[in-house]
């Protein structure tokens, strides 16, 4: 009877044993991709305030009243949008080749999303700090216009074609000038702490406050990196690739629900990231460094720890990335298309050359301060 009683407490320990085991198991893996889940719901809570802003600016810029029906101001106005693209019918073209069809897409949003992964919201709050995270950015980025050459391809239609080989002539002559400006930057990083990392090239322009900012420093590059990021993110004026009097929608032509929804969403992750990528690069991103003259107990906060650090970095990132999308929102509303040739011109004949004066001059200085 004691064996038996010995023997049944022993298969309970082992019992509880295997579900602390089982348990803990759960509780790493829902860690492990809890940081992941967490940027994805955080960048899509952004875009949706990204595209109420938008509208609410065009609005103003037209004299219009906006969004309003749909909740309070129309907030989410965007929200329902997609809810609507998400239970239309997806048509496939009958002739066209559905896998690349189906899968240009896919590719630009998800490189697009993986340059998240290396943008610092606040003091070492990265998903991932690599030394060559600026440079990650760049190679993953440039593969979206791939998705986009697929999907105009794989369409058979020839506006679609032709939009699709539109985006890659674009991305590529705005690529170029758009890496040597972020080299230009990275030589600072790498001389001050031998890395090009996200989070180094933040601290790099900390340590002289405000006017330690790439903006100040470099302020060519500053022009030439907003010219090559409002080309790469497609918008007006250099929308080629999906200009509605020439080519119908251009790669979005023979598209619709959730797939066309993609497409709407690539287009404002992009300029998210792009927006976010001046703030880290030129806008000191997390360090709240004002001249010291306005407001001197302000700089305390650069020193807070813990929690309130974190959410304050955050809130200073999300701030200065808010208001420099003020600038690509209302030059959409602004400014005329540029012809083809007006847009390779401008990026091989003009912003190529400079970027690379930019980074001799850069060189220059480095090598006569050591």
Same mark, same amino acid.
């Given at each position: 009877?004691?064996?038996?009683i010995i ?54 810029i ?12 129309g ?14 019918e ?6 066209g ?35 060559? #995270?600026v440079f ?15 999907s ?10 032709? #939009?699709?080989l ?15 400006c ?9 001389r001050l ?7 180094d ?10 006017w330690?900012?790439?903006l ?29 009097e ?15 929804? @993609? ?19 030129y806008?000191?991103?997390?360090d ?6 306005f ?13 309130? #650090? $974190? ?6 990132t ?19 298309? @540029?012809? $083809? ?23 220059s ?6």
């Open positions: 009877m004691v064996e038996m023997a049944t407490t022993e298969v309970q320990d082992i019992n509880s044993f295997s579900r602390l085991e089982f348990l803990k198991e759960v509780y790493e893996t829902i860690w492990v991709f809890a940081p992941s889940f967490t940027l994805v719901l955080g960048i899509t809570i952004d875009v949706l305030v990204i595209v109420w802003l938008e509208r609410e600016i065009s609005a103003g037209q004299q219009r009243i906006g969004p309003e029906y749909a909740s309070p101001l907030i989410l106005q965007a929200l329902a949008d997609g809810t609507k693209l998400l239970f239309k997806s048509l496939l073209p009958s002739r080749n559905t896998r690349l069809f189906s899968i240009g897409p896919s590719i630009a949003v998800i490189s697009i999303l993986l340059s998240y992964s290396v943008i610092p919201f606040s003091y070492h709050l990265v998903l991932a700090d690599l030394n060559i #995270g990650l950015w760049i190679g993953v980025s440039s593969i979206a216009p791939i998705g986009l050459l697929m105009g391809y794989g369409s058979n239609n020839k506006y679609s074609f032709l #939009g699709g539109r985006a890659a002539a674009q991305s590529i002559s705005y690529e170029i000038p758009l890496t040597l972020v080299l230009s930057i990275s030589l600072r990083a790498i702490s031998n890395s090009s990392s996200t989070v090239i933040v601290g790099a322009q900390s340590k002289y406050g405000f330690g900012w790439n100040w420093r470099q302020p060519i590059g500053f022009i030439v990196f907003l010219i090559s990021s409002l080309a790469e993110c497609e918008r007006l004026p250099f929308d080629l690739p999906e200009a509605e020439e080519l119908v929608a251009g790669y979005q032509t023979e598209y619709s629900g959730i797939k066309f929804g @993609l497409f709407y969403v690539a287009s404002y992750l992009n300029l998210l990231v792009s927006s976010l990528f001046v703030t880290v690069l806008l000191g991103g997390w709240l460094s004002i001249p010291y003259i407001v001197p107990e302000l700089f305390e906060i650069n020193k807070a720890d813990g929690i309130f #650090g $974190m959410t304050i970095g955050i809130f200073i999300l701030a200065k990335t808010y208001l420099f999308l003020v600038i690509p929102i209302t030059t959409r509303w602004t400014l005329p298309r @540029l012809r $083809m040739d007006q847009l390779l011109n401008l990026g091989w004949k003009f912003l190529l050359p400079i970027s690379l004066g930019n980074l001799l001059l850069t060189t200085f480095q090598l006569l301060s050591l």
